[in-house]
């Protein structure tokens, strides 16, 4: 039996299908971590790139290290615009995954709910806003939620504002959450559906002949088995907001802080680049710890 298993575990094809996903990781990931990592390392030069030291071959490789140091991740915790930046995106953040869980629950289970025979149509139209371009649908709300835009002009059709009066909820947070949540909202409810639409209904009947009430049998039943779509949701969009730049640039005010514009105004607007790979390698350490903390203690639960 030995000689029978021997041959498959040494089959070449087994070791190439698992070393894919390894080397995709190796080239899309680690490898730009590396040079982000590096260059977080480095000083600030008027220069192109604009960073020194840069790798000029081996021969020099000991002058390289000997130059690269920590100086930049020292003044993060000195200045208080990156961490303020940081917080003030991790409570958007929450906030915003915390409103798409309250969405978009309901939603995902009324489509499971639904009649098999239209489920595929629901489906499709809640992947339907991703054949837009995400950019022009952002740029849509700005005509929506400006002062003299669509909103302000159903209000005062139906008479709950006055000729001359304006809603002014643009360039403010309010604005950045409902720009979170409506371009998010499918990432959420996919995962949710997933979850919920294989559910055994037979519990809830169960449930049901036995005296159990309809919302106790949600918490007791529904919900608890759910749970891997919410928690697959909730990091599906907690994850790419916390970094979000897009929304907060166009639909935010002057005092939206988010780590994802500070970024971008170190990289293009001041061309400080180590500063700027260090507040990104801590939002990463940030994000991803915390994540695979997580994933080890479900594997052991």
């Known amino acids: ?44 030069a008027i220069a192109m790139p604009p960073y020194i030291p840069v790798f000029e071959g081996f021969s020099a490789i000991g002058d390289f290290f000997s130059q690269l140091d920590f100086e930049n991740y020292l003044f993060l ?8 930046a940081y ?17 978009g629950y309901p939603v995902a289970l009324a489509m499971a709910r639904a009649p098999s ?8 139209l809640v992947i339907l806003p991703f054949w837009t371009s995400f950019l022009i649908r952002v740029y849509a709300w700005i005509g929506i939620l400006k002062p003299e835009g669509l909103l302000t002009l159903v209000l005062q059709t139906i008479g709950l504002y006055g000729p001359d009066d304006q809603v002014q909820i643009f360039r403010t947070e309010t604005a950045v959450f409902i720009g979170i949540v409506y371009s ?28 159990c009430p309809p919302w106790k049998a949600f918490w007791k039943i529904t919900f ?36 994802g514009k500070t970024l ?15 507040v990104a390698v801590i939002l990463l350490l940030l994000l991803v710890v915390p994540i695979a903390i997580f994933q080890n203690q479900q594997q052991k639960a």
Do not use: Q
Not at 78 to 84: R, V
């Open 264 to 278: 971008w105004t170190e990289f293009f607007g001041n061309r400080d680049w180590p500063l700027a790979s260090a």
């Open 117 to 124: 025979t239209i489920r595929p149509t629901l489906l499709m």
């Open 1 to 44: 039996m030995s000689d029978t298993v021997a041959p498959h575990k040494s089959n070449p094809a087994r070791w190439l299908v698992v070393a894919v996903p390894y080397l995709w990781m190796l080239l899309f990931f680690l490898a730009p971590f590396a040079i982000i990592f590096k260059i977080s390392l480095s000083d600030t």
């Open 77 to 84: 915790t000195e200045d208080p615009l990156y961490y303020s």
């Open 224 to 259: 608890p088995l759910s749970i891997p779509g919410v928690v697959a949701g909730a990091m599906i969009c907690f994850i790419p907001i916390t970094g979000e730049f897009v929304i907060p640039d166009l639909l935010g005010g002057s005092n939206t802080l988010m780590i």
């Open 184 to 211: 998010y909202l499918p990432f959420m409810v996919l995962p949710l559906y997933s979850a919920l639409e294989k559910l055994d209904g037979t519990l809830l009947e169960a449930a049901s002949d036995l005296g």
């Open 87 to 103: 917080l003030s995106s991790l409570r958007i953040a929450v906030i915003s995954t915390f409103l798409l869980l309250l969405i």
